[in-house]
């Protein structure tokens, strides 16, 4: 998945070498936490999904759409191409729970989540280490020159805490 070029300056390659060794932890977290949700999901009945995490709480079905919407994005931020699903923005990103109806079906929003998360784990196989070190879409070089640690990493890491936080929701259904 990572290839590591050899030269002639020691500070470049050790700077390869952290480069590498921080993406494959990252990429590493992220496709575990991906892999238990799926997992989990797949084995959700309907009938789960469509329970409160708790009384008053949002629904498992908009958890998981709200995951997928939140992932579906990720190829716009990283730079990666377009988003496959913009309809499902304003269902799970811009309401509430309950606030919009129709919503998609649990099958569909399953298969999207497998297509989704099918699509990541390929682009980010392909994505160079240093890429991920580079500005994200979402910022400005101005503010990527000020804030270097804002780049495409960080959110990668940003978005496999919020999985794991939706994810100790879900497990509520249970």
């Known amino acids: 998945m990572f290839i590591s070029y050899p030269t002639n300056n020691k500070t470049e390659f050790h700077t390869m070498n952290q480069q590498t060794n921080l993406t494959k932890m990252a990429l590493t977290a992220w496709q575990t936490q991906v892999d238990r949700c799926s997992q989990f999901i797949d084995s ?3 009938e789960e999904l469509l329970k409160e995490v708790a009384p008053g709480k949002n629904r498992g079905v908009y958890l998981v759409g709200h995951l997928a919407a939140v992932h579906d994005a990720l190829p ?11 309809d499902l923005q304003p269902i799970f990103l811009q309401a509430a729970d309950k606030t919009i109806e129709p919503i998609p079906t649990v099958p569909a929003l399953k298969s999207f989540w497998a297509a989704i ?3 990541l784990k390929t682009e980010f196989a392909k994505m160079p280490a240093e890429d991920w070190f580079k500005r994200h879409e979402s910022m400005t070089d101005a503010d990527f020159e000020k804030e270097p640690t804002r780049n495409k990493l960080s959110v990668l890491l940003n978005r496999t805490n919020h ?3 939706h994810f100790g929701q879900l497990r509520l259904l249970k």
């Open 76 to 86: 716009e931020i990283l730079g990666l191409g377009k988003r496959a699903h913009p």
């Open 44 to 46: 959700l009945t309907q």
């Open 117 to 119: 998360h099918d699509r």
């Open 163 to 165: 999985l794991a936080y």
